[in-house]
């Protein structure tokens, strides 16, 4: 019962969360605000898969989330790597 | 028992949630670039590590089944968000910083973010544009 209302609680905080940052990633003033902006998307979305998970009870989500961390964490590399030096593979 | 559990899981839940907003707002309310930095890192670490805690003492709670999966998530996550932040912040300093004010590395080479070869000596094309 408790529970119900703090997993309730906690995605509509995942969720404004993820609102919050795709509206900084229209208005960001710099380029590293932009891609901070994505990477902080990408977490986001992590706790919401796992939030998700415990509303299932099923732990298969868990791969879910560990692919978005994977991926989010190279492209976040990807993006910086290519501000930094022009190229991603050199 | 079963209640305090309960009350632990839902509690560690709500300061997940309260923690992944507080990024997302320090996110647009902070000022300076390193400040923003700071912000989701936290959400990060507090914020998907305590929800990943509670998922994992709920499965327990509920099905008895244990997982090691979370803990992979929670090792990648805590790994690679450090790693992030620093790519970031090296983006914002190279991005931002005057060039003629770098000291020198005294190795005989320039910076390595700056030189402009590549490990066989062809040139890495727009590796020093402004950003």
Redesign the interface.
């Known amino acids: 019962?408790?529970?119900a209302?703090?997993?309730a609680?906690?995605?509509?905080?995942?969720g404004?969360?993820?609102v919050?940052?795709l509206?900084?990633l229209f208005t960001a003033p710099?380029?590293?605000?932009r891609?901070?902006?994505v990477?902080?998307m990408s977490?986001?979305m992590?706790?919401l898969i796992?939030?998700y998970?415990?509303q299932s009870?099923t732990?298969l989500l868990?791969?879910a989330?560990?692919i978005m961390?994977?991926t989010g964490?190279v492209a976040?590399?990807a993006y910086?790597?290519y501000?930094?030096?022009?190229?991603i593979i050199? | 028992m079963m209640l305090a559990l309960?009350?632990a899981?839902?509690?560690l839940?709500?300061l997940?949630?309260?923690f992944?907003?507080i990024?997302?707002?320090g996110?647009?309310k902070l000022q300076e670039?390193m400040q923003?930095?700071h912000a989701?890192t936290k959400?990060?670490t507090v914020?998907?590590g305590t929800?990943?805690i509670?998922?994992s003492a709920?499965?327990v709670f509920?099905?008895g089944?244990v997982?090691g999966?979370?803990v992979?998530?929670a090792i990648?996550?805590f790994l690679?968000?450090p790693?992030?932040a620093l790519?970031?912040a090296?983006?914002?300093i190279?991005?931002t910083i005057d060039r003629a004010t770098l000291p020198d590395p005294q190795t005989g080479t320039p910076w390595a973010?700056l030189d402009n070869r590549?490990?066989d000596g062809r040139s890495?094309?727009?590796?020093?544009?402004t950003?």
């Open positions: 019962m408790i529970l209302y703090a997993l609680f906690a995605t509509g905080c995942f404004l969360a993820l919050l940052n509206w900084r710099t380029v590293p605000d891609i901070l902006a990477d902080t977490i986001n992590i706790a796992v939030l998970g415990v009870g732990a868990f791969e989330a560990l961390a994977m964490f976040t590399v910086a790597k501000l930094l030096r022009g190229s050199e | 309960e009350i899981i839902s509690a839940l709500v997940g949630g309260i992944g907003l990024g997302s707002i996110l647009i670039p923003r930095l989701p959400a990060t914020g998907v929800a990943l509670a998922s709920d499965l509920q099905t089944t997982t999966q979370e992979l998530v990648f996550l690679t968000a790693l992030a790519y970031l090296k983006a914002h190279f991005g973010t590549n490990a890495a094309g727009a590796a020093n544009k950003i």
